[in-house]
Nanobody
C-alpha cells in the first residue's frame, strides 16, 4: 500500500504563489509517474501536471508557464509550484501516483486526500 499526504494548500490573492507538496510512504518497490489533479466545484477532476520517474513533465494548457512540477525520487515526494495564481485555479488539488509493490507486480494507482487551494480576486 501507498499513502500520499498533501500539504501546502491555502488561501491566496490573485497573482500570488503557493507550493504544494506530496509525500509518499508505505511498502512499495517503486513509484513511477506522479501527478497533480484538481477538481473545482461542479466540475470534473482534471490532470494539472505529471512527471515521470525520469523527470519528463507535461502540463494542462491553462497552467503552462505558471506552474512547475518537480519530484525528489530519493524522498518519494512531488511538488507543485504555482505562480501567478488566478481565481479559476481555485479547486481541491489531489496528488496521484503509480506504484509497484514488487518488481514483477502490476502498477497500481493511488490518490491523496486532497488539499484546498482558494484564489481570491
Amino acid at each position: 500500500q501507498v499513502q500520499l499526504v498533501e500539504s501546502g494548500g491555502g488561501l491566496v490573492q490573485a497573482g500570488g504563489s503557493l507550493r504544494l507538496s506530496c509525500a509518499a510512504s508505505g511498502s512499495f518497490f517503486s513509484i513511477n509517474d506522479m501527478a497533480w489533479y484538481r477538481q473545482a466545484p461542479g466540475k470534473q477532476r482534471e490532470l494539472v501536471a505529471v512527471i515521470t520517474s525520469g523527470g519528463s513533465t507535461n502540463y494542462v494548457d491553462s497552467v503552462k508557464g505558471r506552474f512547475t512540477i518537480s519530484r525528489e525520487n530519493a524522498e518519494n515526494t512531488v511538488n507543485l509550484q504555482m505562480n501567478s495564481l488566478k481565481p479559476e485555479d481555485t479547486a481541491v488539488y489531489y496528488c496521484n501516483a503509480d506504484a509497484k509493490m514488487r518488481p514483477w507486480s502490476v502498477t497500481f494507482n493511488y490518490w491523496g486526500q486532497g488539499t484546498q487551494v482558494t484564489v481570491s480576486s
